[in-house]
Structures are given as structure tokens and as C-alpha cells.
């Protein structure tokens, strides 16, 4: 079965620093893998997903992840945190075979900013 | 504009008492989801539909149902609310299920049941 970590409910950084949001994955076969954000009050957005091409996706708004097989891991990271990143982020894998596509989110990561 | 779109955004309700919540895609995706969450515990899919006429059970469906009886519509129905449902619901589509397609979001229902 499916299922995703993400390590730290919650994560402060100061502006300008490095932002790294973790997130490991359980499949029993090769995955989909996602990052959405949520601004306080809205819907969900994604950020990047990784869909067996590259390794290292580029995603919007400078985040970018890397999906290693060997560590399962798809950690999310920004080389200079803005104030605007301020927000919750999901992780979420989506099994290829079949029909059966659904998302299984993990538990949400809510990034702090700190001027 | 492509999007999801879900009415009410906000509805406070009593024990028991009927409800609807509406949930629209202009994309023609063929699938769509409905999720809740709750703090601490992320999202939970709580029914999703592969096509018109096609739905099933997702990880907690307790107490809900839906129906799809066209493609740009999937209704999500509390016969009778409990406290328990009170959570924010998202509606989702994509494409289809199945390779990797992207999921997109509606902006949410905050639902209270007193």
C-alpha cells in the first residue's frame, strides 16, 4: 500500500535561507510524485510533480525536487525563502499501474517565514 | 477560465439536517475527488468518480454520498450531518486517473455542523 511521510509539521526559516521540506514515499511499484502548496484560505496548487522522467524537477516559483529511488525520498527545496512562501505543503504519490491513480497525501509540512 | 469551483464556500448547519455540497470542473476531466481535512491529519479522500456513472469509496466515506450524473458535476450529500464531518472539503478533477495527470483543486467548503 501507499503511503507518504512528511518529516516536521512544521518548519521556520528566515528570509534568504534555504528552504528543505521532506518527504518520503512507500510504493510497491515506481510512483508519481507531487508537491501542492496551500495559501492560507485557498485551494491547493501544485508545485512540481515528478512522472519518471528527470530526477530533479523544476517546479514554480523557484522550488524545485529531487526523486531518489534508493532513499525513496522527494524532498522539496527553494535555494532563498521569500516571505510569500509562507504556506502549508503537501506531498503526494499516485501509484502508475492500472486505473487506480488516486493521490495519497501526506500529513502537510506548514512553512514558516521570518523576516 | 479552467477551474473547479464548489458552493457554498462556507456553511455552518445543525445535527441531522440535509446538505449539499456542490462541486463544478469546466476541463472535461473524467475524474473527479472529494477530499476532507482536518488538522493534523493532511487530506483524505473521501469518495472520487472515474467517469459519469462511475463512483467509489475512497479512504473515509463514512456518513457521505455522491452522485455523477454528468461529467462536469459531482454533488457531495451528507444525509444527516453529525459534529464529526465538521472539516474543510475540496473538490478535485483531472484528466483521468491514471498517468500522473494533475490534480486540480476547488477552493473549499468549511463546513460546521452544530
Known amino acids: 500500500a501507499q503511503s507518504v511521510t512528511q518529516l516536521g509539521s512544521h518548519v521556520s526559516v528566515s528570509e534568504g535561507a534555504l528552504v528543505l521540506l521532506r518527504c518520503n514515499y512507500s510504493s510497491s511499484v515506481p510512483p508519481y510524485l507531487f508537491w501542492y502548496v496551500q495559501y492560507p484560505n485557498q485551494g491547493l496548487q501544485l508545485l512540481l510533480k515528478y512522472t519518471s522522467a528527470a530526477t530533479l524537477v523544476k517546479g514554480i516559483n523557484g522550488f524545485e525536487a529531487e526523486f531518489k529511488k534508493s532513499e525513496t525520498s522527494f524532498h522539496l527545496t527553494k535555494p532563498s525563502a521569500h516571505m510569500s512562501d509562507a504556506a502549508e505543503y503537501f506531498c503526494a504519490v499516485s501509484e502508475i499501474r492500472g486505473s487506480q491513480g488516486n493521490l495519497i497525501f501526506g500529513k502537510g509540512t506548514k512553512l514558516s517565514v521570518k523576516p | 477560465e479552467a477551474q473547479v469551483t464548489q458552493n457554498p464556500r462556507y456553511l455552518i448547519t445543525v445535527t441531522g439536517k440535509k446538505l449539499t455540497v456542490t462541486c463544478s470542473q469546466n476541463m472535461n476531466h473524467e475524474y473527479m475527488s472529494w477530499y476532507r481535512q482536518d488538522p493534523g491529519l493532511g487530506l483524505r479522500q473521501i469518495y472520487y468518480?472515474?467517469?459519469?456513472?462511475?463512483?467509489d469509496k475512497g479512504d473515509v466515506p463514512e456518513g457521505y454520498k455522491v452522485s455523477r450524473k454528468e461529467k462536469r458535476n459531482f454533488p457531495l450529500i451528507l444525509e444527516s450531518p453529525s459534529p464529526n464531518q465538521t472539516s474543510l472539503y475540496f473538490c478535485?478533477?483531472?484528466?483521468?486517473?491514471?498517468?500522473?495527470?494533475?490534480?486540480?483543486f476547488g477552493p473549499g467548503t468549511r463546513l460546521t455542523v452544530l
Open positions: 468518480s472515474m467517469n459519469v456513472e462511475v463512483t
Open positions: 478535485a478533477s483531472s484528466l483521468r486517473v491514471a498517468g500522473g495527470h494533475t490534480q486540480y
